[in-house]
């Protein structure tokens, strides 16, 4: 049964980051928090968001990154990356966007959470660590970590568990997600349009899926 461990927890406010010769208003760099942290509809207590448009709100309360694929990029880069590179609520330990499926329902502290999309990597995480290549690797390795929406709110802690409590018959990776949405050429429209099915996933991602199909 898929399970992850709260290796890091953060939250904060919104503060600046350089990007293309000017500072631009990003919350990415969180700070690990120094106790549980109450996890309402919007996410974490004492956490933000600078781009409203793109992160937060309630299908993206919550932010998971894979600790494990900062090893690979590490492997990747001959560098480790800056922390947190991705903005990320949730540094997960044990798991990976293989693992996880939209539609999944966790039971993480005593809230209970829904995985909603996988992250859509933008120039941020590229800003923030210095590594240019990061925003098209992101793309074409799919390692770019997921969004969860709160159920039941809750208190969450580092070294909670989060346990899968349910997954929908036919539900599609995160991993899977990744590659129909960015794989070059033509994609199955009939996997398209599977993938896209899936209640539990946002707008913008189902959208976004329907668009690859063939006109």
Known sequence: MTSFVVVELRHGPVGRIPHAGRRVPSAIGKSRAAGPLALGP???????????????????????????????WHARYGAPLARPAFGENVLAGGVHEGDVHVGDVFELGTAVVEVSQ???????????????????????????????????????????????????????SVLALNALRYAEGDVAEADLERAAAAPALTDDWRAALLSRRRR
């Open 118 to 172: 996988p992250r859509v990597p933008c120039y941020k995480p590229a800003a923030f660590t210095g590594e240019p290549r990061l925003t098209v690797d992101l793309r074409t390795s799919g390692w770019t970590g997921w969004y969860l929406r709160v159920r039941q709110p809750g208190t969450v802690a580092e070294g909670d568990v989060a346990r899968l409590a349910a997954r929908p018959a036919g539900a599609v």
């Open 42 to 72: 919007l996410g974490f207590d004492g956490d933000t968001v600078a781009d409203r448009r793109h992160h937060g709100g309630p299908d993206k309360a919550v932010c998971v990154y894979p600790a494990v694929r900062y090893d690979g």
